[in-house]
């Protein structure tokens, strides 16, 4: 039984007694004084009317009509009068006169009242005895009005009771369910904390269960930066903060192999020129003042497009930007932020730069050489040239914005193909299904490289999640295999997408359990609330949510740990050549250690060897997933 029946029944339990207890005692006092009262009233009319009857004449007459005068102004029951001998002489008796009182509480309350008795003088012999008895059924009617408001006294206290333990019990159970939600989070591994309740006992125990969700979260704060701080150590420059050369190019090459992402872009080559000189006429400290301020400025235009910025040497440094494809735009805005911080300094400081466009397929090395003879050629031409290279530029399949959204609205009237890789476990069972979307565009399914882009500029990326939920949901209620599918960054911004997913889950509910959604890591850190939100409305379905290509910003799981992630995926950049390098490892069992923590999967993607396979699930990594996992 739960406390708060405990305390209803508390309640009403001891209501019961007090009414029970305080309406036999009401009743059996006011009984009580009534018999008495009757009692005594017999016993003086009985010695008033014997005295009367001694002073007069004892004529059979006028006893009679003493008799029955006094019987008929003094409201009795029975009198009578008897010889010495006990023979009746005279008589008078009524009967009761009980209105609108129940036959059973007469029965229940019946009064028992002595007849009161007197002697009757005839000068000095005794004429007779007197035996009389009051009409009490007034009290009767009396004691049932008395019973009456004292039920609707106590129903009325009662009523009074009830409110006020119902407040009682309601301020009793709002804390308590807090708790109660508190403990479960806890035990599903979400960290969370509750306000304090003003009840002392409670919030003992809501001080403490916090005082435990904080240090664990503090904790996992801590884990997590030690492990970002290696990371960065082997990942990024230790100079000027940017991705290092061996990072930069796995992100590049992750950039151009990956089918979720936008799979075309632009690419950047800066160079400090004659660094060595400015070595020598600047100092190393200013040196390294400048390169950092390059870093930066090219940080702020790569965040602004959800770029990467990577510095492949001493004075080179590197610009990835996905989905950007206006190149004369990009040339003025790298002029107009690079160019005045060669010009605050006194030194001939140059700035050489060429860009190139790159489309899905291409070569990295291709790629890079061609853009490093372009800045050659630009280093040539002067500290401030600019030189827009000409690779195999991608060829777009429509020619306008019109032409593309009626391609792209009839493509998804037509359905979304889903293509399958296996995400496996450590024994190579089937996790679940990576699917990504393919659109049928001029007579091909073309992957999400060519088409994403424009399913973002037309403004169609909620229909286009939308739609590849439904053609999971309906393949799996198909074939019965769970799905991975990825969402866009607006589903965690977008309030229709949340609005109209929820009758489609609600249709599927058996779909919904092995329904696998993923989103960007960055959808944790732009958009973080309407990732909470969209994590706890989707829950309740039993669907899984986790999040993709985790790995610059997971020092933000500390704040993720009370959003119900299933699962996350780590990038590739740091899977790749994981069995040949130590530190990799550490971190990459860090990252597991601290996702195991808080209940999340931890999964890796991009795995291309059988090594790295073997590794990733040794070091303790949940599941693998990449060119080199195939289903048996």
């Known amino acids: 039984m739960s406390l708060i029946k405990q305390l209803w029944l508390t309640i009403a339990v001891l209501l019961l007694l007090a009414f029970g207890g305080s309406l036999v005692i009401g009743v059996s006092a006011i009984r009580h004084y009534t018999e008495q009262e009757v009692r005594i009233k017999n016993a003086d009319n009985a010695n008033a009317l014997a005295l009367s009857m001694s002073q007069f004449d004892k004529d059979p007459v006028a006893i009679e009509l003493l008799l029955a005068a006094q019987f008929d102004t003094g409201h009795y029951r029975r009198v009578e009068l008897r010889d010495p001998e006990g023979e009746l002489i005279l008589a008078r008796e009524a009967n009761e006169h009980i209105e609108d009182v129940p036959a059973w509480f007469v029965d229940l309350t019946r ?57 009682i019990v309601k301020s009793i159970r709002r804390p308590l369910h807090a ?51 290696l990371r960065r150590k082997l990942q990024h ?143 040539f031409d002067g500290d401030r040239a600019l030189v827009i290279a000409r690779g195999s530029a991608r060829q777009s399949l429509y020619t306008s914005h019109e032409t593309w959204r009626e391609a792209l609205e009839q493509a998804l009237r037509d359905g979304i193909h889903l293509a399958r890789y296996p995400v496996l476990d450590a024994q190579g069972d089937i996790i679940h299904f990576e699917s990504p979307s393919r659109l049928r565009l001029k007579g091909d399914w073309q992957p999400a490289g060519v088409f994403m882009p424009w399913i973002s500029r037309l403004g169609l990326s909620v229909d286009f999640d939308l739609a590849v939920v439904q053609a999971a949901l309906t393949a799996i209620d198909r074939q019965g295999k ?37 989103l960007p890591e960055s959808v944790a850190v732009h958009h973080l609330e309407g990732f909470r939100g969209l994590c706890r409305e989707l829950r309740h379905f039993g669907c899984h949510l986790g999040l993709e290509h985790v790995g610059p910003e997971f020092t933000r799981i500390a704040d993720l740990h009370d959003v119900g992630l299933s699962y996350l995926k ?63």
Not at 135 to 147: K, V
Not at 189 to 210: D, Y
């Open 111 to 167: 009064f028992s009242v002595p007849a009161g008795h007197a002697v009757v003088q005839d000068g000095w012999r005794q004429y007779g005895t007197v035996e009389l008895e009051s009409q009490h059924s007034f009290a009767y009617r009396s004691l049932w009005q008395n019973t009456q408001w004292l039920v609707a006294w106590f129903g009325l206290a009662a009523l009074i009771s009830a409110l006020l333990g119902w407040w």
């Open 482 to 518: 769970p799905l991975g599918i990825n969402l866009s960054l607006q589903a965690a911004s977008d309030s229709r997408f949340l609005g109209a997913i929820k009758p489609l889950l609600s249709a599927h509910p058996k779909a919904a359990t092995r329904l696998w959604l993923e």
């Open 179 to 229: 708790v109660v939600e508190q403990a479960r989070d806890i035990g599903d591994r979400r960290f969370t904390t509750s306000k304090e309740p003003r009840t002392r006992e409670l919030r003992e125990v809501v001080i403490a269960m916090n005082a435990l969700s904080s240090k664990v979260r503090n904790m996992l704060t801590q884990e997590s930066e030690k492990l970002e701080r």
């Open 237 to 379: 420059d230790e100079v000027t903060g940017v991705a290092n050369r061996s990072h930069f190019m796995k992100l590049l090459q992750g950039a151009l192999d990956g089918e979720d992402l936008t799979g075309s872009g632009t690419l950047v080559m800066l160079r400090v020129a004659r660094l060595a000189r400015l070595n020598d006429t600047l100092g190393r400290q200013e040196t390294d003042s400048l390169l950092q301020e390059i870093a930066h400025v090219m940080n702020h235009i790569a965040s602004a497009r959800h770029g990467q910025v990577g510095r492949l040497n001493g004075s080179d440094f590197a610009l990835l930007l996905p989905d950007e494809d206006d190149l004369h735009a990009l040339s003025q805005e790298l002029k107009t932020c690079l160019h005045p911080i060669a010009d605050r300094h006194h030194a001939s400081i140059g700035l050489p730069m060429s860009v190139l466009e790159y489309a899905p397929g291409d070569e990295r090395g291709e790629l890079l050489s061609t853009l490093d003879g372009a800045l050659a050629k630009a280093e």
């Open 570 to 632: 780590i990038d590739a950049s740091l899977v790749e050549g994981v069995h040949d390098n130590g530190e990799q490892q550490i971190i990459l069992r860090g990252m597991a250690t601290l996702c195991h923590a808080i209940g999340i999967l931890a999964f890796a993607e991009g795995v291309t060897t059988d090594r790295e396979r073997d590794t990733l699930l040794d070091i303790g990594l949940d599941g693998v997933t990449g060119p080199a996992i195939r289903q048996d």
